[in-house]
């Protein structure tokens, strides 16, 4: 029992990573938000939900009409993970808005090593046969 919950919380937490990772010039949103975001130095999800929705709007050009579509965004992508919204609090998870790009770019590094050990794997796989 005990290995199944920490195997789940470790599925949880990779699910919550892959999406803190999305960066936002991929999801999707109108220009206008995209480019008060970039102004503004948001990279990636992770960035954006660690950010208070009262600081969001003090973002220059940035409104109620980029707001609204940045929370309905976060909500659809936040569905299956049991949701993201602005002002997150991730630090069950060690993320705070000071650290997020480390552990961010962390996740993505151990995934692309986690996929090429996979290839090389295959590899081998193919090499033997």
Same mark, same amino acid.
């Given at each position: 029992q005990f290995l199944e919950s920490e195997? *789940?919380?470790?599925? /949880?937490?990779?699910? =919550?990573? /892959?999406? =803190?990772? =999305?960066?936002i010039d991929e999801i999707e949103l109108s220009v206008r938000s995209t480019n008060c975001l970039a102004s503004a130095h !948001? &990279?990636? !999800?992770? /960035? $954006? &939900?660690? !950010?208070? *929705?009262?600081?969001m709007m003090d973002y220059r050009n940035f409104g109620k009409k980029s707001l609204l579509e940045i929370k309905a965004k976060l909500k659809e992508l936040g569905e299956e993970i049991g949701g993201l919204h602005l002002g997150m609090d991730l630090s069950k998870y060690g993320i705070r808005s000071s650290n997020v790009k480390e552990k961010v770019s962390a996740y993505l590094e151990m995934r692309r090593g986690e996929? @090429?050990?996979?290839? $090389? @794997? #295959? *590899? /081998? #796989? #193919?090499? @033997? #046969?």
């Open positions: 195997t *789940e919380t470790d599925a /949880d937490y990779g699910a =919550l990573m /892959d999406k =803190l990772c =999305l960066r !948001i &990279v990636t !999800i992770g /960035d $954006l &939900v660690t !950010i208070p *929705e009262k600081k996929m @090429e050990s996979k290839a $090389l @794997e #295959e *590899e /081998d #796989e #193919e090499d @033997e #046969e």
